[in-house]
T-cell receptor
């Protein structure tokens, strides 16, 4: 199993500012995923981040709002830009379990709880 | 589109009680079905899965059977322990593509 850490674990931010969330994995992985869980809602995939290429965003999410970096095979960042209270959510990163092509079997980080005032 | 509906929580049970957490899905075709669990302070992890109708996934005493007729994948355990206290998420996917999650059910087991 992969060990995934996220920083910060929680933050309270002012509207209009930006926050960068870090995700560190203890092994090299090609694909990393970023999710959002709004209060009372299910997890929603924001984007898939492959090392060495642009992230692939899901419908309803754009790079200008959620820029992603993937500088190496163990690390990724997600930035929540120009925040509003609607961005208050838990943000999670995940990686595939390692079984070949089993992208739906994933390990998740502990999440970053973001509150925007 | 695809969706997953879970039993509303929170659920509170006494130790050794029988557990059922309901999960139904809406999808075109026959997806793979999953239960993920999030223990306090930890990330979500896969608990069990089933890839076709009538398959039973099992792990750590938990079971769930893929019921095509009722489009359901209810999670059960015969005798819960305090250590089972967690948030449980039902999810589906097609092939090896992205997961669609339910909203999660918080389970608390009282000694």
């Amino acid at each position: 199993s992969a060990v995934i850490s996220q920083k910060p674990s929680r933050d309270i931010c002012q509207r209009g500012t930006s926050l960068t969330i870090q995700c560190q994995v203890d092994s090299q992985v090609t694909m990393m995923f970023w999710y959002r869980q709004q209060p009372g809602q299910s997890l929603t995939l924001i984007a898939t981040a492959n090392q060495g290429s642009e992230a692939t965003y899901e419908s309803g999410f754009v790079i200008d709002k959620f820029p992603i970096s993937r500088p190496n095979l163990t690390f990724s960042t997600l930035t929540v830009s120009n925040m509003s209270p609607e961005d208050s959510s838990i943000y999670l990163c995940s990686v595939p379990s390692g079984r070949a092509r089993a992208y739906n079997e994933q390990f998740f980080g502990p999440g970053t709880r973001l509150t925007v005032l | 589109g695809n969706s997953v509906t879970q039993m509303e929580g929170p659920v509170t049970l006494s130790e050794e009680a029988f557990l059922t957490i309901n999960c139904t899905y809406t999808a075109t075709g026959y997806p793979s079905l999953f239960w993920y669990v999030q223990y306090p302070g930890e990330g979500l992890q896969l608990l069990l899965k089933a890839t076709k109708a009538d398959d039973k996934g099992s792990n750590k005493g938990f079971e769930a059977t893929y019921r095509k007729e009722t489009t359901s994948f209810h999670l059960e355990k015969g005798s819960v322990q305090v250590s089972d206290s967690a948030v449980y998420f039902c999810a589906l996917s097609f092939g090896n593509e992205k997961l669609t999650f339910g909203t999660g059910t918080r389970l608390t087991i009282i000694p």
